[in-house]
């Protein structure tokens, strides 16, 4: 039996409405109308002979055939994107964009007031960055690499740690002042910002069990630290995402740094076998991992001067911010 010859568009339109499950999803991927996609996929299965779908309402679900065309296509376009990296690199041209996938709340809060120096040491290479809370399919989507929060590992990607996860509280100067100096309960009664687990958590490993109702909870950590930098409440935030408002005296740390929440999850650098071999995605990660540690050491090194509301060299501890059961005074 001989095989039709299947226009690449159809398989295209196959393909994404198989992965999607849906016509208008699909239709969105390929810059397509939803009627255009609906008829490339019938003309497919007119030329085939077959249904490759079961059409169960607005879904498309892919029958005994479908799935095994689908592999075969996901094969094919494998093998098609080898082929181009493979004649980019034998014609002497070197990866010039990066795809990046990362949460808003890390775009907004800590890599985008970096990239300047990203691209001033890498002018030749466009970075595009997609910032969303979305587990983005790398591979099919075609995106470099993703920064994501979590346990790992991911199926099928490599992985590599950037930086852990430590909760603290942090206030504007104003609201710090009156909390400094105060005993831990007066912290626990101050306007609290964030997830009512998180807190308690943290409190209780500071040796105070209590209930906690916060003013606002946030779904990103990004509009927590704006919140908290207008003064609305003590916000509990990732110590990293808070580095800059910290350095420059937007906040300040109402806690000793002794008393972090250590989360179990981590931030962390992932990418596909074949992406992690591309100059451009090397020299990212690396510049990455450069950056993490010059802000942990600027942390590190640093302390909250409440007179001025900014952070000065690290100084002997004094004895007027707010202290914990089993912990030394906070930073001032």
Same mark, same amino acid.
């Given at each position: ?19 999607? +499950? !849906? ?5 969105? /991927?390929? !810059?397509?109308?939803? #009627? ?8 497919? /299965?007119? +030329? ?14 892919? !029958? ?17 994107? +080898?082929?181009? %990296? ?7 041209? /070197? ?15 800590? &890599?985008?007031? %970096? ?5 001033? %040491? ?36 490599? #992985? ?6 430590? @909760? ?7 609201? =710090?002042?009156?909390?400094?100096? +105060? ?8 306007? *609290? ?14 040796? *105070? ?9 946030? !779904? ?11 003064? @609305? ?13 910290? &350095? ?6 109402? =806690? ?29 990660? =690396?510049?990455?991992? /450069? ?15 409440? #007179? ?25």
């Amino acid at each position: 039996m001989r095989l039709p010859r299947l226009p690449l568009q159809y398989l295209a339109a196959f393909r994404a409405a198989a992965l999607h +499950q !849906n016509l208008r999803a699909a239709s969105e /991927e390929l !810059n397509l109308t939803h #009627s255009a996609v609906s008829q490339q996929i019938r003309a497919l /299965e007119t +030329q085939l002979g077959f249904d490759v779908f079961d059409r169960q309402g607005r879904r498309v679900v892919l !029958n005994a055939a479908g799935a095994a065309l689908l592999r075969g296509v996901e094969r094919a376009y494998q093998e098609l994107d +080898q082929g181009l %990296r493979a004649a980019t690199a034998a014609h002497g041209i /070197e990866q010039r964009s990066l795809r990046v996938t990362v949460l808003p709340s890390f775009a907004q809060r800590w &890599l985008l007031p %970096r990239l300047g120096r990203w691209h001033a %040491r890498h002018p030749e290479v466009t970075i595009e960055i997609e910032a969303t809370a979305r587990l983005v399919d790398l591979e099919r989507e075609k995106f470099d690499l993703a920064l994501r929060q979590g346990l790992g590992p991911w199926p099928g990607l490599d #992985s590599e740690p950037l930086f852990d996860l430590s @909760m603290l509280p942090v206030a504007s100067p104003a609201l =710090a002042h009156q909390l400094i100096g +105060q005993p831990l309960e007066a912290l626990a009664q101050a306007p *609290l910002l964030g997830d009512a687990s998180q807190w308690e958590d943290w409190f209780a490993q500071a040796g *105070l069990r209590r209930q906690v109702l916060p003013v606002a909870i946030f !779904n990103d950590f990004g509009i927590l630290l704006q919140a908290a930098e207008q003064g @609305m409440g003590v916000g509990l935030t990732r110590e990293l995402l808070a580095a800059d408002a910290l &350095l420059d005296g937007r906040l300040v740390r109402v =806690a000793p740094r002794q008393a972090m929440l250590k989360e179990p999850q981590r931030y962390h650098i992932v990418y596909t076998p074949k992406s992690r071999e591309e100059p451009a995605v090397r020299a990212f990660v =690396a510049w990455l991992h /450069e950056e993490t540690a010059q802000s942990r050491a600027a942390l590190d090194g640093a302390t909250t001067c409440l #007179s001025t509301g900014r952070m000065t060299a690290a100084a002997p501890p004094r004895g007027d911010a707010i202290t914990m059961p089993g912990t030394a005074p906070a930073d001032r």
